[in-house]
Each structure stands twice: as structure tokens, then as C-alpha cells.
């Protein structure tokens, strides 16, 4: 498979398509992820998925091949991941004897060609029929053969879902070759949920509360008082934009954190250039009106107000986590 075009394709369908097709994309790449060895990806993405959309986890296992495909890696891994409590329990000696069997299935040469029904189904009884080489490449344990057949969309499910597979899998066998390519496969789903389903933040102190969660549960310094924010404001020589007043109202400033500088109090506040500084590092500023972030890496953004600037601090944290 070509990793740029399928991600590109996926974060497509996430963004615009239906919900059944998200939850198709999703499900498909978690187990793209879990197959690569990227385990902790695959956990990242499927628990990101279930906090957007709060549908249940049993739409990502909706046929019984990834059903039973996540109950083998849950076994080989030696654990099933909290996000998986929804998925029922399955009989894996069951599983692998309806498995095995698929796999060793000969396949009709006209398979396919015509449409579903009573004459397919005549005609395919009569017609030569073969091994399916991707399949007993599975069933003879072969994952090198089976990447080297499988394909621009590589049936991971059927991979995963081989028992005696499973455990080389999470060992990080990773046959196609994706383990490098699992973050940033993961971080842009994760992404493209976020903007497809963004969260409900509510006031200041839930925005405040929700990003100090996704901290890990640091605190934040206590509010600032009127005084202390008109003191800096007379001392800066500039209004404050409301809702930036609002901010150091339910905290004077919060410390750095992965993705995000510190912010500042009403003490720290400065003005160089005719700019107000917002942060250390001075990446975000308020000029004219504006709150600017310039990012080394990235460019500069004008964000439409201080708390948007933190909303999308909010949804890049959760994205890391």
C-alpha cells in the first residue's frame, strides 16, 4: 500500500462522509496500526474515536472477521485495552477452526464476476477453482509472501484475525512495514475527529479544567483580581480583550505543557514593540486587537479571539495524548 494516499483518502472520509464510513476508516486503521506492532497508536486512535462520537465501540468490529481479528491480538497481548470492555467475548478455539477453514477455502476463477445470486452461485460451482494465494500465505504463517501479495488495501483483519499470527504481530512484526508511519497515521485521524466532532468546552473554567485534565492533572495558579488586572492593564497601556480578562479571571496564567508555552499572569505581562506578550516564549501576542501565535514550525495564525487559541491548544493536547 501507499501510506500518503491511503491517509489522505481516510482523513477525507472522516472529515465528510457518513458516520458508518468514519467508523469503517476508523476500524480499518486501528487495526493497520495494531498489525504494524504501533499498538499504543491503534489504543490512541480507537479512544479518541469513542470520546468524539460516542457511538459504540462494536461498530469498529461490525463484521465477524474484526471481530474475531481483535479478539486474537487482545490474546496474544495478553490483555484487552479499556476501550474494548464493549466488545463481547468470543470463543477462540471456535474462531480459529471457522478461520482456518476460510483461509484453506478455494476461490472460484469467476468469483466476483458476476453478480450475487442464484446463477453466481451455480456457475461459481462449476467453475475451476484454486487456492486464494493471499490467504494460504496466512495459513502457512508466511507474513513476508503475504505483504509481498497484499495489495494497495491489504485485508489487515484476515491477517490479524490468524491466531498463529497474532503474536508475532504485537511483537512487532510489523509486515508492511508501517511501525514509523503509525504516529503520524494516528495523530491525523485523531485530528480529523477532533475537526469533524469538536468538543463542547463550555465556560472558562470547564476550557480551563478540560486542558488541565489532558495535562495529567496539573493545578492552576488562583485568579487574578480586578486590581491586579487593571494594575497591568495601566501598566501595558492597552485594554485587554474580554475574554483574555476572563482567562486571567479563572487563572492569572498557566505553565507550559507539551504543545503550548506558558501563558502568562497579570504580573508577567509586557508590551515590546507596540505588541503585547502573552506568552514565554513570545510566540503568542496581541497586536492591534489580534491575538497572533507564530510558530517556528508553522507559521503564523491569527486566531479569532484568546479563548480560540486555547480551544485549539485544548484539541492539540488531546491529539498528543
Known amino acids: 500500500m501507499e501510506p500518503g494516499e491511503y491517509l489522505e483518502a481516510a482523513v477525507r472520509d472522516v472529515l465528510t462522509a457518513a458516520s458508518s464510513t468514519v467508523d469503517d476508516r476508523i476500524g480499518y486503521a486501528a487495526l493497520l496500526l495494531a498489525t504494524a506492532g504501533a499498538l499504543d497508536e491503534a489504543d490512541r486512535l480507537v479512544t479518541q474515536w469513542l470520546a468524539r462520537t460516542e457511538r459504540p465501540v462494536t461498530a469498529l468490529a461490525a463484521d465477524p472477521v474484526r471481530a474475531r481479528a481483535w479478539a486474537m491480538l487482545f490474546e496474544a497481548r495478553g490483555a484487552r485495552p479499556d476501550w474494548a470492555e464493549g466488545l463481547p467475548p468470543l470463543d477462540l478455539d471456535a474462531e480459529e477452526r471457522v478461520h482456518t477453514a476460510s483461509l484453506r477455502r478455494p476461490v472460484s476463477d469467476l468469483e466476483g464476476v458476476l453478480p450475487p445470486g442464484s446463477v453466481a452461485e451455480v456457475v461459481k460451482q462449476v467453475a475451476p477453482s484454486r487456492p486464494d494465494r493471499v490467504r494460504t500465505a496466512l495459513a502457512e504463517g508466511d507474513l513476508e509472501l503475504w505483504a509481498s501479495l497484499a495489495g494497495p488495501h491489504p485485508d489487515v483483519a484476515t491477517l490479524a484475525a490468524t491466531r498463529a499470527s497474532a503474536p508475532a504481530l504485537v511483537a512487532g512484526a510489523d509486515p508492511l512495514g508501517l511501525r514509523e508511519w503509525a504516529p503520524v497515521c494516528a495523530g491525523a485521524l485523531v485530528a480529523a475527529l477532533h475537526e ?126
Do not use: M
Not at 306 to 313: D, E, G, P, S, T
Open 196 to 321: 469533524r466532532y469538536p468538543p463542547d468546552l463550555g465556560g472558562w473554567p470547564e476550557l480551563i479544567a478540560s486542558i488541565l485534565r489532558l495535562r495529567g492533572g496539573a493545578t492552576a495558579p488562583p485568579p487574578a483580581s480586578e486590581a491586579a488586572i487593571r494594575s497591568a492593564e495601566l501598566r501595558l497601556g492597552v485594554e485587554l480583550p474580554a475574554d483574555h480578562r476572563e482567562f486571567l479571571r479563572t487563572c492569572d496564567g498557566l505553565p507550559a505543557d507539551v504543545v503550548f508555552p506558558r501563558l502568562l499572569g497579570t504580573a508577567d505581562l509586557r508590551v515590546e514593540n507596540g505588541v503585547v506578550i502573552l506568552s514565554e516564549p513570545a510566540v503568542l501576542l496581541l497586536s492591534a486587537g489580534h491575538v497572533v501565535e507564530v510558530d517556528p514550525v508553522l507559521g503564523t495564525t491569527v486566531h479569532s479571539s484568546f479563548r480560540a487559541a486555547l480551544v485549539k491548544h485544548a484539541a492539540l493536547l488531546a491529539q498528543s495524548g
